[in-house]
C-alpha cells in the first residue's frame, strides 16, 4: 500500500500561507532582537573604545554564534545598570517563547491546523511572539541610544550611517 503521508494534511493552502508567514515574521523579529542583544553585549561590555574595526566585527560575529539562551544569560549577568533587573523573568519567558518556535511547534501545535480556533490562537501566539521580541528590542535600542550619545555619536549622525549601510546592502550582490 502506497500512502502519500501529505495526504493526511488537507488543509487550506492559504490556511498554510498564513500559518508560515507568521512563522517567518515572528522568527525574523526573534533574530533582530538577538542582534540588538548582541551589540548591547559587544559594544557596552566585550568591545574596548578604540577598537579596530576588523577586531570589533570579528567579536561581533563571535558573539552572533551563541543561542539566545546564551546571549541572555550573559546579559543577565553583565545588567548594565539601565536595564531594570525585572527584564529578566520577560527575558527568560521569551526565550522559552522562541525556543518553542525554533523547535518545538510542529510537535506541540501540529494538530491545530485542523481546529479553526485552535489554528487563530496558534496564529496569535506566532503573533504575540514577534510584538515582544520588537518591544524588547526597543529596550535594548534605547539603551544602545544613550550609549551612542556618551560616544559623542549625536541621532543625525547615527542615522546617517545607518542610511549607508542600508545603501551598501542594497548594492550587494548574492553570494553565489
Not at 19 to 31: D, I, P
Not at 131 to 159: C, I, M, N, P
Amino acid at each position: 500500500m502506497n500512502i502519500d503521508p501529505m495526504s493526511f494534511f488537507d488543509i487550506p493552502l492559504t490556511g498554510i500561507t498564513d500559518m508560515y508567514a507568521a512563522m517567518g515574521r515572528a522568527l525574523w523579529a526573534c533574530q533582530c532582537f538577538e542582534e540588538q542583544l548582541t551589540y548591547y553585549l559587544c559594544l557596552l561590555f566585550d568591545i574596548p573604545p578604540g577598537t579596530a574595526e576588523e577586531i570589533a566585527n570579528k567579536i561581533l560575529d563571535d558573539k552572533r554564534l551563541k543561542t539566545l539562551g546564551q546571549l541572555v544569560r550573559e546579559a543577565t549577568r553583565k545588567r548594565s545598570p539601565s536595564i531594570p533587573k525585572s527584564l529578566e523573568t520577560r527575558l527568560r519567558a521569551f526565550t522559552d517563547e522562541r525556543n518553542w518556535l525554533a523547535h518545538r511547534i510542529q510537535h506541540e501545535n501540529h494538530t491545530d491546523l485542523f481546529h479553526q480556533q485552535r489554528f487563530l490562537r496558534l496564529l496569535a501566539r506566532l503573533g504575540g511572539l514577534k510584538t515582544e521580541a520588537q518591544k524588547l528590542a526597543k529596550v535594548f535600542e534605547s539603551v544602545l541610544d544613550r550609549w551612542y550619545e556618551k560616544q559623542g555619536l549625536s541621532h543625525e549622525e547615527l542615522h546617517r550611517r545607518m542610511a549607508e549601510i542600508i545603501e551598501k546592502w542594497k548594492r550587494t550582490e548574492p553570494a553565489a
